[in-house]
C-alpha cells in the first residue's frame, strides 16, 4: 500500500488561523474541525503525494461509467478496486484494462442489454417482443415522444454498440 504523510499541524493552522501551541493532547479531529468551520479541508493530492516524491494517476467512477454506462456507481467503484487489486505495472490502467475488468465482473455491456430485455418481457404471457413494443408506442404517444426518434437513436447506439463485434 502507497502511503503519503500529512501535515496535521499545517492543516490545523490552515483551519484555525495562526500558530498553535505545540502541547501532548487527545483531539477529536472531526469537532475540532467542525468547531473552525473547517469540516472538509481541502487539499491537492497531487502536490501532497510530490512532497513525498510520489505520483498517482486517478480514475474515477465517472471514468468506468463512460466506457460502461450500464453500470451504477457501485459497479463501477467495484471494477476500480478490481483493477487496483490486480494491478500490473507492466500494462498499467488504461481503458482497455477498466473495459476488460468491467466484463469480467458484470458481463460485456451487449449481454447486460438483452438480459435486461429478456425480463422486461417476462412481464408478458408471450416471450416475444411485440407486445413490449406496442406498449413503448402507447407510452411515446402519452408522453408526447418521438417512437420513431427512439427508434431512430436505438439504432444507431445499436450499431455503434455491436461494431465491433
Known amino acids: ?52 516524491n510520489k505520483i498517482a494517476i ?4 465517472d471514468d468506468v461509467r463512460h466506457i460502461r454506462g450500464d453500470l451504477s456507481v457501485a459497479q463501477a467503484w467495484d471494477v476500480l478496486e478490481s483493477v487496483r487489486n490486480r494491478h500490473d505495472a507492466t500494462l498499467g490502467v488504461t481503458w482497455e484494462t477498466l473495459t476488460a475488468a468491467a466484463e469480467a465482473l458484470f458481463g460485456t455491456a451487449n449481454k447486460l442489454r438483452a438480459d435486461r430485455f429478456k425480463r422486461a418481457l417476462n412481464a408478458y404471457d408471450e416471450p416475444e417482443p411485440t407486445d413490449l413494443l406496442a406498449d413503448a408506442l402507447h407510452w411515446c404517444q402519452t408522453s408526447g415522444t418521438s417512437f420513431d426518434e427512439a427508434l431512430r437513436l436505438a439504432r444507431l447506439h445499436f450499431d455503434a454498440e455491436t461494431d465491433s463485434e
Open 1 to 52: 500500500m502507497t502511503t503519503i504523510k500529512l501535515n496535521l499541524h499545517e492543516l490545523f493552522v490552515r483551519a484555525f488561523g495562526g500558530e498553535i501551541a505545540l502541547v501532548p493532547a487527545t483531539i477529536n479531529l472531526a469537532e475540532a474541525l467542525e468547531f473552525a468551520d473547517a469540516a472538509d479541508p481541502e487539499c491537492n493530492i497531487h502536490d501532497l503525494l510530490a512532497s513525498e
Open 58 to 61: 486517478i480514475w474515477c467512477v
